[in-house]
Nanobody, 124 residues
C-alpha cells in the first residue's frame, strides 16, 4: 500500500513559480513510477509529468516542457513538481500518483495510488 499526501498548491500570478510536493508512505516508494496529473473541472484528467523508478526516464507534456520539472527523493519518499513561468491555463487540481513495481506509463488507469489533489490557481 502507498499513501500519497500533497500539501501545497495555492494562488500565484502569471509568470510566477510554485513547487508542489507529494509525500509517500510505505516501503515501495523506490519501486514506483511517480507522476503528476492535473484536472480542470469538466475536463479529462491529464498527465503532466512522470518519472521512472530510477529517475532515469522522465516525461512531460509539450505544454509544460521547459517550465515544469519533476524530481524525486527516494530517501525522503517525496516527489516534487517545480513549476515556473506559470500561465492561467495551468490552473487545475494537481494530483500525484504512484505505480509500484512497473514501468513508466502515460495512461492514468495504470496508476494504482493517488493523492487527494491540490488546487493550483494562476491569475492573469
Amino acid at each position: 500500500q502507498v499513501q500519497l499526501v500533497e500539501p501545497g498548491g495555492g494562488l500565484v500570478q502569471a509568470g510566477g513559480s510554485l513547487r508542489l510536493s507529494c509525500a509517500a508512505s510505505g516501503s515501495t516508494f523506490s519501486t514506483a513510477v511517480m507522476a503528476w496529473f492535473r484536472q480542470v473541472a469538466g475536463k479529462e484528467r491529464e498527465l503532466v509529468a512522470a518519472m521512472s523508478r530510477s529517475g532515469g526516464r522522465r516525461y512531460a507534456i509539450d505544454s509544460v516542457k521547459g517550465r515544469f520539472t519533476i524530481s524525486r527523493d527516494d530517501a525522503k519518499n517525496t516527489v516534487d513538481l517545480q513549476m515556473t513561468s506559470l500561465k492561467p491555463e495551468d490552473t487545475a487540481v494537481y494530483y500525484c500518483a504512484a505505480r509500484p513495481f512497473a514501468s513508466l506509463s502515460l495512461d492514468q488507469s495504470a496508476y494504482s495510488y493517488w493523492g487527494q489533489g491540490t488546487q493550483v490557481t494562476v491569475s492573469s
